[in-house]
């Protein structure tokens, strides 16, 4: 991640933009276009997967020393409604960080309504 808010890697390709973070916690702003969009017109579901893998992915992130890497070992994703073009917000933060497993759970909202819960665990590796 570099300091101008791009989170890098493909997520930061697709436009993820890293808004906030603090301890335990991350914040990204996306942009839906109509490249992001499925054949039935809404968002894809791998979108909002990659989203919310990179936003709680931030926030363990913002718990590790050096040395360690954060990598998804689980990713449920609830898709609650679907998504259109415009701003998404995507907000991650971790639940509970254990020595080798940290749990977190992360939000999606478009204009102001719910469109996907997910819960991850992410085993802490030694680089």
């Known amino acids: 991640m570099t300091d101008d808010g791009d989170v ?3 997520a930061g390709g697709l436009g993820a933009r ?34 919310v893998d990179t936003a709680m992915g931030q926030a363990v992130r913002t718990t590790t020393d050096d040395g360690e890497v954060p990598a998804t070992s689980q990713l449920t994703v609830t898709y609650l409604r679907p998504g259109k073009t415009g701003t998404l917000e995507v907000r991650g933060r971790v639940r509970t960080r254990g020595e080798h497993l940290t749990i977190c759970e992360a939000d999606v909202e478009q204009d102001g309504r719910a469109l996907a819960h997910a819960v991850a665990t992410f085993a802490i590796l030694q680089r």
């Not at 996306?30 to 039935?40: G, I, M, T, Y």
């Open 8 to 10: 890098g890697g493909f």
């Open 18 to 51: 890293l808004q906030d973070s603090g301890e335990g916690s991350a914040a990204l702003a996306f942009e839906v276009r109509d490249e992001h969009l499925n054949p039935a017109g809404t968002l894809h579901g791998g979108v909002l997967a990659t989203l």
